[in-house]
């Protein structure tokens, strides 16, 4: 199956900082998703995207496809970015391999 | 328009005992998807319900088992509870395996 990779693991920045997040991956995918994990445990979808560049207010998002990585890019981050960022991805194939493999996750602290 | 949602929030239960989990998916899905998520990894993949049945599998044994009701809810049922169950349990629905949306989970201790 797909293997998902994440760096860094860990991540401490100053409030208004930029950061970038990367995730690589091992086959070619038909669905890539940026979660947010929140202290309470929900995984907030950031960005559905397997291709391309998407925008989101401060958060972006960029998939290579073709050399099998993305990136998650924070702006101006805030305290209340904190958490953990994960990267999941899929291939479905053939009627079969529906399930979204994760990375390891980066853990993100904003100090104030 | 309501989310993924999931009951109950919390579960404490005793080694040996079963377990029901309830997930209700995002409105204009029909697939849903379980993972268990262990304190400090990534969740991982129990199983996919579509069209009321399961369509694949993770890596658990036999005593995860679930349904998938015709309005699309779905239930995940553990077994004789081990210690190691302990953990968070996602569910994510999707329409036609693209583009997940997870709820709250539930946060399962055994004791």
């Known amino acids: 199956g797909i293997q998902v990779e994440q760096s860094p693991p860990d991540l401490i920045l100053q409030e208004g900082a930029n950061s970038t997040l990367r995730c690589n991956f091992s086959d070619s995918v038909n669905n890539l998703q940026w979660f947010h994990q929140n202290p309470w445990g929900q995984l907030i979808n950031l960005f559905y995207i397997p291709s391309g560049t998407k925008q989101n207010g401060r958060l972006s998002a960029t998939t290579v496809a073709t050399e099998r990585y993305s990136l998650l890019y924070i702006s101006s981050s805030q305290t209340t970015d904190s958490g953990v960022y994960f990267c999941a991805a899929s291939r479905y194939s053939g009627g079969s391999n529906y399930k979204l493999t994760f990375g390891k996750g980066t853990l993100l602290t904003v100090n104030p | 328009d309501a989310g993924v949602t999931q009951s109950p929030t919390h579960l404490i239960k005793t080694r040996g005992q079963q377990v029901t989990l309830r997930c209700s998916p995002k409105s204009g899905h029909d697939t849903v998807s379980w993972y268990q998520q262990a304190l400090g990894q990534g969740p991982q993949f129990i199983f996919q319900?579509?069209?009321?049945?399961?369509?694949q599998r993770g890596n658990f044994p036999d005593r995860f088992s679930g349904h998938q009701f015709p309005n699309y809810s779905s239930e995940l049922n553990v077994n004789a509870l081990l210690l190691g169950d302990s953990a968070l349990y996602l569910c994510?629905?999707?329409?036609?395996?693209?583009?997940?949306?997870f709820g709250s989970g539930t946060r399962l201790t055994v004791v």
């Open positions: 319900y579509y069209e009321e049945e399961e369509r």
């Open positions: 994510a629905s999707s329409r036609s395996s693209y583009g997940y949306t």
